[in-house]
């Protein structure tokens, strides 16, 4: 079994920055391309920002130029620097990536993080 922990979360300041950190732990044979969405109540989940497993990144455009994905293959771990944070941007975050198993080296699994709220207030 494979699980995403997500960490970062937090209240913050307009103008503000955090950053959110998602580990992979679990059967794990090598992991594909990796992303942060967000959802807000009432609304679709949206890809905020995506890495491939060669560093290829692609951003949402509401946030280029102040998010930065970013991913450690040897941690399995994926982050996203969020930097001049707007209230715009308050959301749950969800970490998301596409696993492959040593049990089905042919076949990804896609794999979902529990969520971690971030809110940008005065």
């Known amino acids: 079994q494979v699980q995403l922990v997500e960490s970062g979360g937090d209240l913050v300041q307009p103008g503000g920055s955090l950053r959110l950190s998602c580990a992979a732990s679990?059967?794990?044979?090598?992991?594909?391309?990796m992303g942060w969405y967000r959802q807000a109540p009432g609304k679709q989940r949206e890809l905020v920002a995506g890495?491939?497993?060669?560093?290829?990144?692609n951003y949402v455009d509401s946030v280029k130029g102040r998010f930065t994905i970013s991913r450690d293959n040897a941690k399995n771990t994926v982050y996203l620097q969020m930097n001049s944070l707007k209230p715009e941007d308050t959301d749950v975050y969800y970490c998301?990536?596409?696993?492959?198993?040593?049990?089905?080296?042919?076949?990804?699994?896609?794999?979902w993080g529990q969520g971690t709220q971030v809110t940008v207030s005065s």
């Open positions: 679990g059967s794990i044979f090598s992991i594909n391309a």
């Open positions: 998301h990536a596409n696993i492959v198993a040593p049990s089905h080296p042919n076949h990804e699994y896609e794999y």
């Open positions: 890495i491939t497993s060669g560093g290829r990144t």
